[in-house]
């Protein structure tokens, strides 16, 4: 790593999951700050990945690597270190110092539907590169959710934070949950250098169309009627996903090893808040939604308190005007549908099985 106002930056950073929605924006931002810091992304380019989200990074600070986090051999192949980082030619990226864990099956309707792509890659694929990071002392950061936590009644002041309980309420939270101790045990067992983080609700371009805001921004510009989960109550913490980036660096260059980090910018809004707004940016009338069955056992509030990483790391959003975050990621599904049109119509096809199941 190289020092550079205070703060270690890494040389050569592995980036799993860098083909998805965070993971893409995390590499974008950091190729646009730390134009000499080599990302290398490895993605398994699932239903969620495309490896266009990461086009416009200079050739000679990006590869991509397709390959599955469960498959020991194809993540040695890409951490083993090899002659050419020993004498550091300038032509081959050097060895990776640090990996930034986003690469996970992220969306809880696929979980309900099917938990078993989540225990195996949330899972075993964060098992499988923690052995990698062991074996060749490698820098870890783990990225999780505050999904962990379980959920908060609606009408409390209660906010998690990093002393908060695990208490995950479905499939894929419980996945998380799971890499999340695996990262402290093989901290705290083998010395593996990681800090973990657990972020709320992201928002911003390059989200798959299955999540809601971009279900709802897309439905609006197909003619279809934006879908409010039950009654609409339930709260999350929206972040923009800029803000998250900025926060994982944070973390990643002056994080204290063995540490857990939430991140979250106060953004607390009801899913009918959100919705009126995206409604109301897209000038259509507030009522033109409809209600469809709520997911079973979903999570009511999530709210975070991200004092530490403030104090400690001197960490500050830059993007926490929700309603200016929604308008510029309207307006990049209205400029992309080349983007998005494709996995409409997969994702709308599966949605009308996963509720028809559930009805
Ligand atoms: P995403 O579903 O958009 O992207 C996931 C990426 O991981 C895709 O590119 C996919 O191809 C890749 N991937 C999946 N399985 C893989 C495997 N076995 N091997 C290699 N690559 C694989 O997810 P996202 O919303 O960008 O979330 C990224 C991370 O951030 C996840 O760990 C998620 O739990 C966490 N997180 C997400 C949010 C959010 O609001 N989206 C909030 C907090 C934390
Ligand atoms: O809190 C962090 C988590 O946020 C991440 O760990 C997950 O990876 C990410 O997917 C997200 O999980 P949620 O389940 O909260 O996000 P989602 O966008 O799927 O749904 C947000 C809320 O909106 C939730 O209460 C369900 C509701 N919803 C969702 C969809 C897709 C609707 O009302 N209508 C919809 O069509």
């Known amino acids: 790593m190289n020092r550079q106002n205070d703060t270690l930056v890494p040389r050569h950073i592995l980036v799993t999951g860098g083909a998805g929605f965070i993971g893409a924006n995390f590499a974008r931002w950091v190729a646009r700050r730390y ?21 416009g990074i200079p050739d000679d600070a990006l590869t991509f690597v397709r ?62 590169l923690l052995e990698a990071a062991r074996r060749y002392d490698i820098r870890f950061h783990h990225i999780s959710t505050d999904e962990v936590y379980g959920d908060l009644p609606l009408d409390g002041v209660e906010r998690f934070n990093e002393d908060s309980a695990y208490r995950p309420s479905s499939p894929y939270a419980a996945s998380k949950a799971a890499s999340d101790h695996l990262v402290r045990a093989w901290h705290r067992t083998y010395g593996v250098r990681a800090t973990i983080s657990n972020c ?22 197909c003619g279809l009627r934006p879908k409010l989960y039950g009654d ?50 897209m000038d259509r009338p507030g009522d033109d939604f409809e209600h469809v069955t709520d997911r079973p056992g979903a999570d009511r509030r999530y709210a975070l308190d991200a004092a530490r990483i403030t104090a400690e790391l001197g960490w ?9 975050g929604l308008e510029s990621t309207i307006r ?26 559930r009805s």
């Open 316 to 324: 500050h959003p830059r993007h926490a005007d929700f309603e200016q």
């Open 67 to 128: 390959g599955d986090i469960c498959d020991a051999d194809a993540v040695d192949a890409v951490l083993r270190p090899t002659a050419a980082d020993a004498c550091a030619s300038g032509h081959t990226p050097p060895a990776v110092d640090a990996i930034v864990h986003f690469a996970a099956e992220s969306h809880n309707d696929n979980a309900i539907a099917d938990a078993a792509p989540f225990l195996r890659t949330n899972v075993i694929g964060t098992y499988t």
């Open 332 to 357: 990049w599904y209205v400029d992309h549908p080349q983007w998005w049109r494709g996995d409409k119509a997969v994702t709308e096809r599966r949605y009308a099985r996963q509720t028809g199941e």
């Open 200 to 221: 709320s609700n992201n928002y911003g371009p390059y989200q798959h169309v299955e999540k809601f805001i971009p279900r709802q921004i897309t439905n609006i510009l």
């Open 35 to 55: 134009p000499t810091t080599h990302i290398t992304v490895f993605d398994a380019l699932t239903y969620a990945g495309k490896r266009d989200n990461l086009a």
């Open 232 to 281: 609409g109550h339930a709260i999350r913490d929206w972040i923009n996903v800029e803000d998250h980036c900025s926060a994982i660096w944070a973390v990643l260059t002056r994080g204290t090893i063995g540490r857990t980090y939430v991140i979250g910018t106060d953004g607390e809004m009801s899913n009918a808040q959100v919705l009126r707004a995206i409604l109301r940016a």
